[in-house]
C-alpha cells in the first residue's frame, strides 16, 4: 500500500513522489498508480484537495496526477509518467519493444486517456448530462469539470457518441487477441489504462474502491446506447487485471 505524506515530508524526500486526486478513483491517477504497483517501483504520495494552493505551486498543475522525481520537472501527461517508470525500472517492461506494436499501445492508450479520449469524452457527457437534468454530475461538480475539459452547448451527443465508439474498438480488440490481454499475451501499460477507465462506467465495489454514494451513482449512470456498447468482456478484463497484477483495494 501506498504511503501518503504532507507535502513539506514529500518536499524534503528524495526518489519518485507523486500527487494523488483525494478520495475520489480518478482513472488518470488510478492508472498512474497501477503502473507503479505493476512495476514494483517505491514512491510516495500526496494528496491533491481543494485549496492546496502550495501543492500547486510544487507541481505546476490544479489537477492530478504529476509525479516528480529527484529534482527532474515534474511530469502530468500520462504517456509522460509511463516512460519516466519505463526508465525507473526496465526489467518489468510495461511497453513493447516492437515498434508497430508500440505504435498500437501508445495510440489505443491515447484513445482513452488523451484529450477528447475515453475519459475526456466520459466527463463531458456527465456534465452535459448534469447540466441539462438527465443525471451525470451534480450541477455544481458539472460546472467545475465543465470548465475543466472545454464543455460547450450541444456537445454531450458528440461526446456520447465518441465514448461508445471508443469502448466498441476495445471490446473488438479484446475479442481479437482472445489472450485476455490486448497485445499478445502478457500485461501491458494498455491492460492497465483500460481497466483504471472502466470505473467510470462501472466502479468496483464498496470493499475494493470505496466512494460517496451520489459519486457513485454518477459514475454509472449511462444512457442506453452507451449501455448496450459496454461489451460485458471490458468489465471481465478490469477484473481479472485488478485481481491478478493491481493492487486492491485502492488508496484514495
Request: charged content about 25%; hydrophobic content about 40%; overall charge negative.
Amino acid at each position: 500500500m501506498v504511503e501518503f505524506v504532507e507535502l513539506a515530508e514529500a518536499k524534503a524526500r528524495g526518489g519518485l513522489r507523486m500527487s494523488c486526486v483525494a478520495g475520489v478513483p480518478s482513472p488518470w491517477g488510478e492508472a498512474a498508480k497501477g503502473i507503479l504497483f505493476a512495476k514494483k517501483i517505491p514512491w510516495v504520495g500526496i494528496r491533491l484537495a481543494p485549496g492546496s494552493t502550495e501543492l500547486v505551486e510544487w507541481t505546476g498543475q490544479a489537477s492530478a496526477p504529476v509525479a516528480l522525481y529527484e529534482d527532474e520537472p515534474p511530469r502530468s501527461g500520462w504517456a509522460d509518467i509511463l516512460l519516466l517508470a519505463e526508465r525507473l525500472a526496465p526489467e518489468l517492461p510495461l511497453v513493447p519493444e516492437d515498434c508497430t506494436e508500440r505504435a498500437t499501445l501508445f495510440g489505443i492508450s491515447h484513445e482513452i486517456c488523451g484529450e477528447m479520449g475515453l475519459g475526456w469524452c466520459r466527463r463531458l457527457a456527465g456534465v452535459a448530462d448534469g447540466l441539462e437534468g438527465r443525471g451525470g454530475f451534480s450541477k455544481g461538480i458539472a460546472g467545475y469539470l465543465g470548465a475543466k475539459y472545454g464543455y460547450r452547448d450541444g456537445c454531450g451527443p458528440e461526446a456520447r457518441q465518441r465514448v461508445i465508439d471508443i469502448v466498441a474498438m476495445l471490446a473488438a480488440r479484446l475479442h481479437e487477441n482472445g489472450s485476455g490481454y490486448y497485445l499478445g499475451d502478457r500485461l501491458t501499460a494498455l491492460d492497465i489504462y483500460s481497466a483504471a477507465f472502466m470505473v467510470m462506467f462501472k466502479p468496483l465495489p464498496e470493499a475494493q474502491c470505496p466512494m460517496p454514494a451520489p459519486l457513485r451513482a454518477a459514475f454509472e449512470s449511462n444512457d442506453e446506447a452507451t449501455s448496450k456498447a459496454l461489451d460485458p468482456i471490458l468489465f471481465e478484463h478490469r477484473d481479472r487485471i485488478y485481481a491478478e497484477h493491481l493492487e486492491l483495494p485502492l488508496t484514495l
